[in-house]
């Protein structure tokens, strides 16, 4: 495993420690620094890794899966304990979750044609809007568990839903660009 693999590695270990954190019983206030440092981490993690390998020369079929995996699972925790806590409604998470598990589906049978494929530039920018709709929904639920509730929580709350409809519109739209290369592949095989 490369040193940019190891940190990929990291979000499979700090995804299950948001969640963890996030549903302790009582939302205690000390939950919230601890929060944005582990998503704040996981998130830096995902910038830093491709540089690493960039530089260090060690971009490699594996990590071209293994990153855009690791992304997928972090994003889905933090999308599911958002949807626990009645910021994001459960349907379009499911969206998510079904073109997240197709896209995987697709990268098998590329592989399977030797094709290693990593992420394209319409899954980098759905990755970005999956940033964004994740901090303002933790900005949302930091404020609810520091006790501030009132218009702030309902504004924040109703931004990270516009920025989550948005990301899952672009997520769809990356999909089909996905499927269109899987496509492409398939006919010139025959």
């Known amino acids: 495993m490369t040193l940019a693999d190891k940190i990929t590695a990291s979000r499979l270990f700090l995804a299950p420690c948001f969640f963890v954190v996030y549903l302790l019983p009582g939302a205690a206030q000390w939950t919230v620094p601890v929060l944005w440092a582990l998503f704040l981490v996981s998130e830096i993690s995902d910038m830093i890794d491709g540089k690493v390998a960039r530089s260090r020369k060690e971009v490699s079929d594996f990590g071209k899966l293994f990153d855009p995996f690791a992304d997928t699972l972090v994003q889905i925790t933090y999308f599911l304990v958002f ?107 025959i």
Request: glycine share 8%; proline share 2%; aromatic share 12%.
């Open 83 to 189: 949807v626990i806590d009645g910021i994001f409604p459960a349907a379009l998470f499911l969206v998510v979750l079904y073109r997240e598990f197709s896209i995987l589906f697709i990268r098998n049978l590329m592989l399977k044609k030797g094709i290693a494929m990593g992420a394209r530039m319409g899954g980098k920018i759905k990755t970005v809007t999956y940033i964004a709709a994740g901090a303002i929904a933790l900005l949302a639920a930091s404020l609810r568990r520091l006790g501030i509730e009132g218009p702030y929580f309902d504004i924040f709350r109703i931004a990270a839903l516009v920025v989550f409809c948005i990301s899952t519109v672009i997520a769809l739209v990356s999909f089909a660009d996905y499927l269109g290369i899987y496509r492409k592949t398939k006919k010139s095989e």
